[in-house]
């Protein structure tokens, strides 16, 4: 196995798959991207270089500053939710052994379910017509809210719907990360502490927590770079609407894109996307430190 590892063609050979794979999924598309957000590019026209035009129209874009409102809020909303509670749910389902794995299946299994189908659901739930508002005007309720037509207030209504809806559909996700790093943990550790007399609040405060930071760095940054990507869920709940108010960067990406064939303008708005996406989970890196114990 030494002579393997100390063998370069070998290496190269087994990496070679994995480096082709890379590059055409992934690192030709970001390239191609790049380039034609400098361009004019439509069904109709091929790629004409027009330099920072499209950047330029997006900073006069009103739609595209909504949705890099909403986009933020997402971003900010999902990091703090599912950190707190899906680190909540590992902890608790770490100390219980009746019941541990229904409970883990339940809150896990939105996770892999189709979020169109989702969205859909949730749709039906919230409009105004039936669902949930039929049932408070049954219960005596007149005037039950437009869950996801109410355009009131700096973040609208709908925006906390569909983000109580996605953070319902992905705590499990995060839950699972706290979990597999909580039972690595080793037992002495946390026998020590109690043998020391710390009460498991404070267990979970000074020697669990300071052991899984590499594991809440690395959900954060899932979290963050999901919340940016968001699409499936506002598509097919709201479509963006209503007059576009519930748009984030990717519906808006895909409306320039598909809706309106301005290839060059969405390629834009991607590469503005990948940048974001790049800064926040290098800020992630940087704000959440993490050091390496042994376990």
């Known amino acids: 196995m030494d002579k393997m590892l100390r ?16 590059t055409l999924v992934l690192f030709v598309p970001i390239v191609q991207s790049v380039y ?15 330099g920072l035009d499209n ?16 986009s933020m ?10 950190l707190i509670i899906g680190l909540f749910y590992a902890a608790l389902l770490t100390n219980i052994e009746k019941g541990r794995n229904l409970f883990k299946n339940i809150i896990y ?3 892999v379910l189709s979020s169109a189908a989702l969205g859909l659901l949730w749709m039906f739930i919230f409009r105004s017509s039936f669902g949930l508002n039929h049932i408070l005007e049954k219960i005596g309720i007149k005037d039950p809210p437009m869950w996801l037509m109410d355009t009131k207030g700096a973040i609208i209504l709908p925006m906390w719907v569909i983000a109580f809806v996605a953070l319902w559909q992905y705590v499990g996700q995060s839950m699972m990360l706290y979990m597999a790093q909580i039972s690595g943990i080793s037992k002495s550790l946390m026998e020590a502490s109690y043998i020391d007399g710390c009460t498991k609040p404070m267990t979970f405060r000074y020697v669990t927590l300071p ?9 954060m940054s899932l979290n963050a770079i999901g919340s940016l990507k968001f699409f499936d869920l506002i598509f097919n709940m709201t479509e963006g609407g209503p ?8 519906t808006h990406l895909y409306q320039q894109g598909f809706k309106f ?31 390496q114990y042994e376990m």
Do not use: R, W
């Not at 052991?211 to 959900?219: D, E, G, Q, S």
């Not at 007059?243 to 990717?250: F, I, Q, R």
């Not at 996406?277 to 993490?290: E, G, H, M, Q």
């Open 7 to 22: 063998n370069k063609k070998a290496i190269a050979f087994f990496m070679l798959p994995a480096f082709l794979l890379f």
């Open 36 to 50: 034609y957000s400098f361009c004019e590019y439509s069904v109709l026209k091929p790629p004409k270089y027009i």
């Open 55 to 70: 950047y330029k129209a997006i900073l006069s874009d009103k739609t595209f500053v909504i949705a890099l409102k909403n």
């Open 73 to 82: 809020f997402f971003l900010v909303f999902s990091c703090v939710s599912q």
């Open 109 to 111: 299994l939105p996770c």
């Open 211 to 219: 052991l899984i930071k590499p594991m809440v760095a690395t959900a």
């Open 243 to 250: 007059n576009h108010k519930t748009e984030v960067l990717a």
């Open 261 to 291: 064939s301005k290839y060059g303008y969405a390629s834009a708005i991607g590469v503005v996307l990948l940048i974001l996406c790049l800064a926040v989970t290098l800020f992630i890196n940087k704000v959440v430190k993490t050091e």
